[in-house]
């Protein structure tokens, strides 16, 4: 039986865990180290934060009092939109660093593309510097679509190894999956719940109640079984591991295209395109 342990192997031969935990608007220290230790206990091996969480130095305590081994845990943060530029990326990661109290990252991504601003392609050549200096095992991006992508490989002399994006039930970028493939990327999905959303849609209530699991687990069973990296959130113990008791039934292909199905275009975050502050 697969586990929470399982790891995709990114074009550079890094293994990054397929399932992880996200910490977004977790501002309480003592409640995001409670819950960060919590998962990992529970055996998760990711842990996604970002400048803008502003819970770096959260995560990094946590990880520190997990018991676990720094090398053994898989921490991904990103660059925020106003760091964007290759000097102001370099500093940003510095900071980063220094918050999280590590001598390396395992993942970093440009958190936006903010197209209008014309700064991806500079931030993504600190990245590469980053990644060359061996300071970060691997580099990505987040919510970049396919015309991002493209205009980014007119200069990148390594192509990102990870894009993060909403995708959930209504929104399952399909077509984005499919190039990023292509490409050699992993996709890893950012509001896999939708936040909640959906929690009441009936395809979805009556798969879980075949299954006897929760839609939370359907939702979250999808993406693993599409191959999609994925990051619930969540304080609450009971929910961090019910949300990682997915490794013990199987969603039929017909099930699978019942969920695929559901997609309506519709989001819970902002649109990349639009997004340029
Ligand atoms: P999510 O879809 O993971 O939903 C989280 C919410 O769902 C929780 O706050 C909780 O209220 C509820 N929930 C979680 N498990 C549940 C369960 N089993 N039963 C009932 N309710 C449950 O949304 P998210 O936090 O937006 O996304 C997950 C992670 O993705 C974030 O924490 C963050 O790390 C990352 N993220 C990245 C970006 C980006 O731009 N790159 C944007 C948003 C989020």
Redesign the pocket.
């Known amino acids: 039986m697969m586990t929470l342990r399982e790891t995709a192997v990114l074009h550079n031969g890094v293994k990054m865990p397929v399932f992880g935990l996200?910490?977004?608007k977790i501002p309480d220290e003592q409640q995001g180290v409670e819950a960060i230790v919590h998962a990992i206990k529970t055996g998760y091996r990711l842990i996604?934060t970002a400048s803008l969480y502003d819970n770096e130095q959260t995560v990094g305590e946590a990880v520190r009092q997990s018991g676990v081994d720094r090398a053994d845990i898989f921490v991904t943060s990103?660059v925020w939109n106003t760091d964007q530029g290759y000097e102001a990326t370099l500093t940003a990661f510095d900071t980063t660093l220094d918050k999280l109290g590590f001598d390396y990252l395992d993942l970093y991504l440009i958190?936006?593309p903010m197209p209008k601003t014309d700064k991806f392609k500079d931030t993504w050549r600190a990245l590469e510097k980053l990644y060359q200096d061996k300071k970060v095992r691997a580099i990505g991006v987040?919510?970049f679509n396919i015309n991002h992508l493209e205009d980014l490989k007119t200069t990148a002399t390594i192509l990102p190894m990870v894009n993060?994006v909403e995708c959930h039930p209504h929104l399952n970028q399909q077509t984005l999956r499919d190039y990023c493939e292509t490409n050699g990327i992993k996709v890893q999905a950012?509001?896999?719940?939708?936040?909640?959303d959906l929690?009441e849609v009936d395809t979805l209530t009556q798969i879980a109640k075949a299954h006897q699991k929760?839609v939370?687990q359907v939702m979250l069973r999808w993406d693993y079984q599409h191959g999609i990296l994925t990051?619930?959130?969540?304080v609450n113990k009971g929910?961090i591991e019910?949300?990682a008791n997915i490794f013990d039934f199987v969603l039929s292909e017909a099930e699978m295209n019942q969920i695929d199905a559901l997609h309506n275009g519709d989001r819970t975050?902002p649109d990349p395109e639009e997004l340029n502050i």
């Open positions: 996200g910490v977004y996604d990103k958190h936006w987040s919510n993060q950012w509001s896999p719940l939708k936040r909640g929690f929760t939370a990051i619930p959130k969540s929910r019910e949300n975050g």
